[in-house]
């Protein structure tokens, strides 16, 4: 009963016209390229790139600088920490993170991405004062967990140091047998308590999946939706994580990603009949706005179509009785073949033999 108040709480503002995004990736494509013009377009304020990774088994990764130059004064670097490093003095833990961050200094800004436990705030507060000393001028945020809000006093001073912090409502989490990125209690009450406490500070909201022993792992979008629609009305940053790419299966396209934060997200899955050079009927598939997840869909013949011959491509699988194949969607955008077949009966792409049924669609 308690979030019957979320839409009514008022934070402090930070720009929302348009969401953000989080460039994860390692290497400048064409498809990141395509990516960022496609968010930049939509007015995206600020592109936090991933500048570089202190890892557990204590390599310091540098990644170079990527970004094309007309992008210059929307990027922010995060230069990620593992939890191993948390037994490092701050003052040395700062001078590593320096080095990474130097290739990127024109920037003016950097974020840290830390997940530090809830036990380790007063580390992570010290290590965002180094860096402050050391960086005066430049604007610092810091990435923080759900965790970190219940301790209201370490944690505030945590968000003081910071010109603003980032909300990570998300989080690859076993509960009870069952893997999630977004739980809606943890969320809702997380953001409850950032507003209550009056600091400035963004939201990170999840618009990836994963594939865990052939279960795709994604994040409640109408929750995310839920979340962008409160955050546009009260002026709240959102970034999303992570920009989406073409042929990223564990994303959808920016443009789609755009959409939702609009709430006018409408995905769509389409199929087509395809003639190949030996006769046989291909049947096609292209999506609009999931991710690469395995789906059953419901397959009704027209009574009496008679099938000389048939079988599946790319790994799809049909049912004994011809009634269902289950296939796993191809990435936003593209199209690939799942089934052929063979007729006599009269056949063509306006007049097809089939209705395909069950999967789906995300409203607004």
Excluded at 36 to 50: L, M, T, V
Aim: aromatic share 12%; with cysteine; proline share 5%.
């Amino acid at each position: 009963m308690r979030f019957k108040w979320f839409f009514f709480l008022f934070p402090l503002l930070l720009h929302a016209e348009a969401p953000e995004f989080y460039v994860w990736q390692r290497k400048y494509t064409p498809e990141v390229e395509s990516g960022i013009i496609e968010a930049n377009k939509s007015g995206c304020p600020k592109f936090y790139f991933i500048a570089g990774e202190l890892e557990n088994d204590g390599r310091c990764v540098a990644i170079t600088p990527m970004y094309p130059k007309w992008l210059k004064g929307k990027v922010t670097p995060v230069i990620r920490v593992h939890i191993k490093h948390l037994s490092t003095p701050t003052a040395n833990l700062a001078q590593q993170i320096l080095k990474l961050y130097s290739p990127w200094q024109k920037c003016r800004s950097l974020q840290i991405d830390l997940d530090a436990p809830e036990s380790k705030i007063s580390y992570y507060t010290a290590l965002m004062k180094e860096l402050r000393k050391l960086l005066p001028d430049m604007e610092l945020s810091a990435t923080v967990l759900p965790c970190h809000l219940r301790h209201k006093k370490e944690f505030l001073q945590l968000a003081e140091v910071c010109n603003f912090y980032v909300l990570q409502i998300h989080g690859l989490e076993k509960r009870s047998g069952k893997w999630s990125i977004l739980d809606r209690n943890t969320a809702l009450n997380a953001i409850i308590r950032a507003v209550n406490y009056k600091q400035r500070f963004k939201i990170a909201a999840p618009l990836y999946a994963h594939n865990i022993d052939g279960i795709t792992v994604k994040p409640d979008l109408k929750l995310v939706s839920l979340i962008c629609r409160f955050a546009r009305q009260k002026n709240i940053g959102v970034i999303f994580f992570r920009l989406g790419v073409l042929r990223d299966g564990e994303t959808f396209a920016a443009s789609r990603q755009i959409d939702l934060w609009h709430n006018r997200y409408e995905p769509e899955i389409r199929h087509y009949w395809e003639v190949a050079d030996d006769g046989a009927w291909h049947l096609c598939i292209r999506q609009f706005g999931y991710f690469s997840e395995k789906i059953t869909l419901q397959l009704k013949w027209n009574a009496g179509f008679h099938i000389s011959d048939l079988d599946t491509f790319n790994g799809a699988k049909l049912s004994f009785d011809r009634r269902s194949l289950t296939l796993t969607l191809p990435p936003d955008g593209e199209k690939r073949a799942f089934l052929w077949l063979r007729s006599s009966a009269p056949f063509d792409e306006a007049n097809s033999p089939l209705t395909i049924t069950g999967k789906e669609i995300i409203v607004k």
